[in-house]
């Protein structure tokens, strides 16, 4: 374990337990697909039952509903259905699923780095490049994304 590591005694360590690492950044693009399609899906009965009306506030409803999925799915079960696809999941500091407000602040991270593409740019770039594959809200909140049985 790395001595300045804040999660050592929590979290696997990516040096000693690759295999909770290991294709997690690529599992978690695969995941957000699969999310943005359910919430497009969940979407579209709105848009029919409004006679096509909400097609003029689809960005603000599309933001809403998926914040609303995310919140809740990962409040559930410390992974969203597209995660659980991936058989991902998030976990916080000390290595428990996510409780209700965690999963709201890590759903507001999201939802604001996905309205400001710089953020989201950069959020990605420390997915990659970090050794826990974490990004803006993952490193604000402490999470970190597993496999799920690695």
């Not at 696997?12 to 359910?38: C, M």
């Not at 407000?101 to 507001?108: D, N, P, S």
């Amino acid at each position: 374990m790395h001595a300045a590591d804040p999660y050592a005694s929590s979290l696997p360590d990516p040096a000693v337990q690759p295999e909770f690492y290991d294709g997690v950044v690529a599992k978690r693009a695969a995941a957000w697909v699969i999310d943005v399609a359910i919430v497009a899906i969940l979407v579209v009965p709105m848009i029919v039952l409004t006679a096509f009306i909400a097609l003029f506030f689809l960005p603000p409803l599309m933001l809403f509903v998926g914040f609303l999925y995310r919140w809740f799915t990962l409040a559930g079960g410390s992974a969203t259905w597209g995660m659980r696809a991936m058989a991902i999941e998030l976990r916080d500091a000390y290595g428990q699923r996510l409780d209700s407000t965690t999963a709201f602040l890590h759903t507001a991270g999201y939802a604001l780095s996905m309205s400001t593409f710089v953020v989201q740019v950069g959020s990605a770039l420390l997915m990659c490049g970090t050794e826990r594959g974490q990004g803006l809200s993952d490193l604000a909140l402490g999470t970190v994304m597993l496999n799920r049985r690695a």
